[in-house]
C-alpha cells in the first residue's frame, strides 16, 4: 500500500470507487473518464507500478479481465472489448499504479479508430450504470 496513490487507496477503500468485481488478488471499477459506455479498469490489490514490472501482475488481474469482460457484454450488450494497459509516461500511463482497461465495444462504432473516438455520452449516469452492472440476478 502506497498513500500517495490512488489506486492503492481505491483499494483500500479510502476513496470511493464504483466497484463491479474483486477478489483476493485484484479489483474492478468503473472508470470515472470512460471512453466508451462501461468502461472498467482492473488493478491488483498490491502496489505494482506498471505491467512491465513483474509477470505475476498479469496472473493477479488476469481472472478479473475475464469476468469484467464478461459482465459488459452479458449486461450491457458489449459485441466486444478491448484490453488496454499503458506503461510508461510515455505511453499515456497517468496513474502509476498498474491497471488494464477494459472497454466495451458496441456495433455502432466499430474498429480500432472508433476506440479513440471517445464516446461523449459514456460518462453519464455512472450511479445508474454501476447499479445496473452490480445488480444480483
Ligand atoms: P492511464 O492513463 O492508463 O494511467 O489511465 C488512468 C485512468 O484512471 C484514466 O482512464 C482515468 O479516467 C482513471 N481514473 C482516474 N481517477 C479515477 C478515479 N478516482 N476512479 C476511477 N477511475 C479513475
Ligand atoms: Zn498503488
Redesign the pocket.
Known amino acids: 500500500m502506497s498513500d500517495d496513490c ?2 492503492c487507496r ?1 483499494v483500500a477503500g479510502q ?4 466497484q463491479v468485481w474483486s477478489d483476493d488478488q485484484a479489483v474492478a ?7 466508451q459506455r462501461g ?1 472498467c ?1 482492473v488493478v491488483p490489490r498490491r502496489h505494482l507500478v506498471d505491467g512491465t514490472s513483474q509477470a505475476d501482475a498479469w496472473r493477479e488481474v488476469a481472472d478479473g479481465l475475464t469476468a469484467v469482460a464478461r459482465l459488459v457484454r452479458q449486461r450491457l450488450g458489449a459485441a466486444g472489448v478491448n484490453f ?3 506503461a510508461g509516461a510515455v ?6 499504479h498498474f ?1 488494464v ?1 477494459v472497454i466495451p465495444r458496441y456495433e455502432d462504432n466499430p474498429g480500432m479508430s472508433g476506440l479513440v473516438r471517445r464516446d461523449p455520452t459514456a460518462a453519464q449516469d455512472l450511479d445508474g450504470l454501476w447499479a445496473h452492472l452490480t445488480a444480483l440476478e
Do not use: K, T, Y
Request: aromatic residues 14%.
Open positions: 490512488l489506486f481505491i476513496i470511493p470507487s464504483r471499477f468503473l472508470d470515472i473518464g470512460p471512453w468502461h479498469l488496454l494497459s499503458n505511453a499515456g500511463q497517468e496513474v502509476f491497471h482497461h
